[in-house]
């Protein structure tokens, strides 16, 4: 365990814990005067402070870089605000909601698309607000699927968190409740026996969707953390994000997905990093990503293949960005070699 067991919040603290140098504090605090910093003891463990390009680093400390817009970049890239009828949900599609409980997380991440919204005391929802989306999913049948996220939902207690899903859990029409988080990775210490019975309930599926990016966020702690809701019946997904200098070359990415795999979690989304402000040096273009996935898909297990996607930017939604095997006519097939064979045309 770390010596120094609280999380780290500013640009001080990181140059003690020797994050960032100190002839850089100046130019990092303004950064996070902008956004968000908060790197929790079991991230500041997992950092090599020998390596000017560690990808754990790369994630959670801020650059300098950030300051520097794009004009591609938004302050709300896959526009959750067009879709949000009232606070803390987004509508996005027919059959699911997003219900954001808190925008608070447990760390910041350099990339977050959400990270105009989200941070130390921006809050959540309030008990009226929560009252009021309640509502909304009631009066909506077609709602099969609630999606609890943020921000981070499992920084709430667990208490909090049981109160909830129970209620969400009384919405007969609602038979999904999903947990996005990537708290087991960064604080596993959270997952209590009283946290994974909070997410339980008789006659809803629960699924937790873990947000990992590099294979050395599952140590031995972060697996065991898993471990307590696999074997409590939860099953667990995983999204990551495809991100420049962290995962974007075909070992880790196929480490990753392996890492994951044997801690019972089936690798779901790779997501394209989106246009958030600030983190142009951490995108990657679409042709590498597609062809990263080949690689993986002539490598590794099927069980470590996640679908590669892309959050249309302003709010269209997600699609899946390929990469394609079959020819447009139908006639060719590749295969995982990349040699291509001819398919029988219906007759
Ligand atoms: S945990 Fe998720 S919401 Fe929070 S900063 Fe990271 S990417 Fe953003």
New binding site residues.
């Given amino acids: 365990m770390s010596a120094h067991p609280t999380t780290l919040r500013d640009i001080d603290q990181l140059c003690e814990r020797a994050l960032v140098p100190r002839e850089r504090l100046g130019e990092l605090a303004e950064v996070a005067a902008r956004y968000a910093v908060a790197i929790t003891p079991a991230v500041a463990d997992l950092i090599e402070r020998d390596d000017p390009d560690d990808p754990i680093a790369r994630q959670f400390v801020p650059d300098a870089r950030e300051l520097v817009g794009e004009p591609p970049e938004r302050r709300d890239p896959i526009g959750d605000d067009a879709f949000s009828p009232l606070e803390g949900i987004v509508h996005r599609y027919p059959d699911r909601v997003l219900l954001k409980l808190v925008n608070a997380?447990?760390?910041?991440?350099r990339?977050?698309?959400?990270?105009e919204t989200?941070g130390p005391g921006r809050g959540g929802l309030s008990p009226a607000a929560l009252a009021a989306a309640l509502d909304y999913i009631h009066a909506r049948p077609e709602i099969w699927e609630v999606i609890l996220t943020?921000?981070?939902p499992l920084v709430l207690s667990a208490r909090r968190l049981a109160a909830v899903v129970r209620q969400i859990a009384a919405v007969g029409h609602v038979k999904v409740i999903r947990v996005h988080t990537?708290v087991p990775v960064v604080a596993p210490e959270r997952i209590s026996a009283a946290l994974v019975r909070a997410l339980r309930v008789d006659e809803k599926a629960t699924f937790v969707v873990l947000?990992a990016n590099h294979p050395r966020e599952l140590g031995k702690e972060a697996r065991a953390a898993c471990a307590r809701f696999v074997d409590a019946g939860i099953p667990m997904l995983s999204q990551s994000v495809l991100l420049r200098g962290v995962n974007d070359d075909v070992e880790t990415l196929g480490a990753l997905m392996r890492a994951l795999v044997e801690c019972r979690i089936k690798p779901y989304y790779l997501h394209h990093a989106d246009l958030a402000p600030g983190t142009a040096h951490l995108r990657t273009g679409i042709a590498q990503g597609q062809a990263l996935m080949r690689a993986l898909h002539g490598r590794y297990s099927g069980l470590c293949q996640p679908a590669y996607v892309l959050d249309i930017p302003d709010g269209y939604g997600k699609s899946p960005i390929g990469p394609n095997y079959l020819s447009e006519d139908g006639s060719l097939v590749e295969d995982f070699n990349g040699r291509h064979h001819r398919y029988p045309p219906r007759r």
């Fill in positions: 997380c447990a760390v910041y991440c990339f977050c698309f959400r990270r989200v943020g921000g981070d990537r947000h």
